[in-house]
């Protein structure tokens, strides 16, 4: 069982927006640490989609946005396109285990 | 912006150890300060974070792979290199290397950029 909890799968048509939830604890993202978003397209590397939180690496679209609150983080994408079909992950740090943890990944399908 | 690149066996005997190189390239591994990853993912399952190193060859792991795992820095060749001893077959996984990056602390540090990730199967 992942540290990080997140639903294992979403969909959504083309254009439509959805969310991807990233539940933590008070070790991780309730003890205020960042939460980190990765994109990982089949037989491809994780690549970081956003970082502390909100912020948005240079190339990636304004489509991708993050949240957090609480013990519990999100990543939204609106105008759903074909090629954000892919797995989602999230990460923090858990002071508790002493390590940097991953949620355990969302599937996300392009109706 | 660097790029990285595993490199190693692709199979391994049970009870062996497992030896894997990350080539740094686009820049120098010694600059700025950052630290360097290995993270592993078994076929199918989510990302474990193996370990790190700094250029100083300090090094910090994960506590469930602390008594196998050693990882160590050559700044002449600009690779770092990962060791993972007495191996099974829950040691399976595509295994990437990766840059350790934050902006105050490490408790805050994120996974960027990524190698192309290398499968390692333990099997006799």
């Known amino acids: 069982q992942s540290v990080l909890t997140q639903p294992p799968s979403v969909s959504g048509a083309p254009g439509q927006r959805v969310t991807i939830s990233c539940t933590g604890s008070s070790s991780n993202i309730g003890a205020g640490y960042d939460v980190h978003w990765y994109q990982q397209l089949p037989g491809t590397a994780p690549k970081l989609l956003i970082y502390?939180?909100?912020n948005r690496p240079s190339g990636v679209p304004d489509r991708f946005s993050g949240s957090k609150s609480g013990t519990s983080a999100s990543l939204a994408i609106t105008g759903l396109q074909a090629e954000d079909e892919a797995d989602y992950y999230c990460q923090s740090y858990d002071s508790s285990l002493s390590v940097w943890v991953f949620g355990g990944g969302t599937q996300l399908t392009v109706l | 912006q660097v790029q990285l690149q595993e490199s190693g066996p692709g199979l391994v005997k049970p009870s062996q150890t497992l030896s894997l190189t990350c080539t740094v390239s686009?820049?120098?591994?010694?600059?700025?300060?950052?630290?360097w990853s290995w993270i592993r993912q078994p076929a199918g399952k989510g990302l474990e974070w193996i370990g790190r190193?700094?250029?100083?060859?300090?090094?910090y792991y994960n506590p469930s792979l602390k008594s196998r795992v050693t990882i160590s820095v050559d700044m002449s060749k600009n690779q770092f290199s990962l060791k993972l001893s007495s191996v099974t077959a829950a040691d399976t996984a595509v295994y990437y290397c990766?840059?350790?990056?934050?902006?105050?602390?490490?408790?805050?540090?994120?996974?960027?950029?990524w190698g192309p990730g290398t499968l390692v199967t333990v099997s006799s």
């Open positions: 502390a939180d909100s």
């Open positions: 190193i700094y250029i100083s060859g300090s090094t």
């Open positions: 686009g820049g120098s591994i010694s600059s700025d300060n950052y630290y």
């Open positions: 990766t840059k350790f990056s934050y902006y105050s602390a490490t408790y805050y540090a994120w996974f960027d950029p």
